[in-house]
């Protein structure tokens, strides 16, 4: 397995890698208008292409046999951080794997990488949203110390989950 930063060159596979976990996790919950218009703006190859050669955003991919199969993605700065204490709270905004590839240690890996990042950047903090019933990534979080600071709602297309701001202090 291959650990390393996008390139501009990842966007297409990034943004199908983004929008199939994405899918395969949570796909079920959402009306197909709504599914649509989420994967249309958030995982739109040229959306994924600007967040790569923008400032704000840091990819890491994870590949194997030439394919990418996992995913993290840290902003700066963060969309919460009206929700923190912290003066620069890094956000973990997707850690995805494609099924079939978690519980194999991958998610710690990049977990890793982004405390890694945050620590490297001067970040006092990190905070992640994570889907209120989704109880096996949440375990995760609270395995690396982090703990709720908010309820917030995730929109996907005209549809709000219910949602749990987590932040670990650094």
């Avoid at 969309?79 to 003066?87: G, L, M, P, V």
């Avoid at 990190?126 to 908010?150: C, D, M, T």
Wanted: some cysteine; aromatic content about 12%; charged content about 20%.
């Amino acid at each position: 397995m291959i650990y390393r930063p996008a390139t501009p060159a990842d966007a297409p596979a990034l943004a199908k890698l983004g929008a199939d976990t994405f899918v395969a996790a949570f796909g079920h919950l959402y009306r197909k208008a709504d599914l649509a218009a989420f994967l249309a703006e958030v995982h739109d190859p040229q959306a994924v292409a600007a967040e790569i050669a923008g400032d704000s955003c840091t990819h890491c991919l994870v590949e194997q046999d030439g394919a990418l199969i996992a995913f993290c993605k840290l902003r700066f700065p963060s969309h919460y951080t009206a929700y923190s204490q912290a003066r620069r709270p890094l956000e973990l905004a997707q850690l995805y794997a494609l099924p079939g590839h978690t519980g194999a240690g991958i998610g710690a890996r990049l977990m890793d990488w982004a405390l890694g990042q945050a620590k490297a950047g001067g970040h006092d903090a990190i905070v992640l949203s994570v889907y209120a019933e989704n109880y096996g990534a949440q375990r995760f979080y609270q395995r690396y110390g982090f703990g709720k600071i908010a309820d917030i709602t995730f929109r996907v297309g005209e549809h709000l989950d219910p949602e749990l701001l987590y932040e670990l202090t650094l």
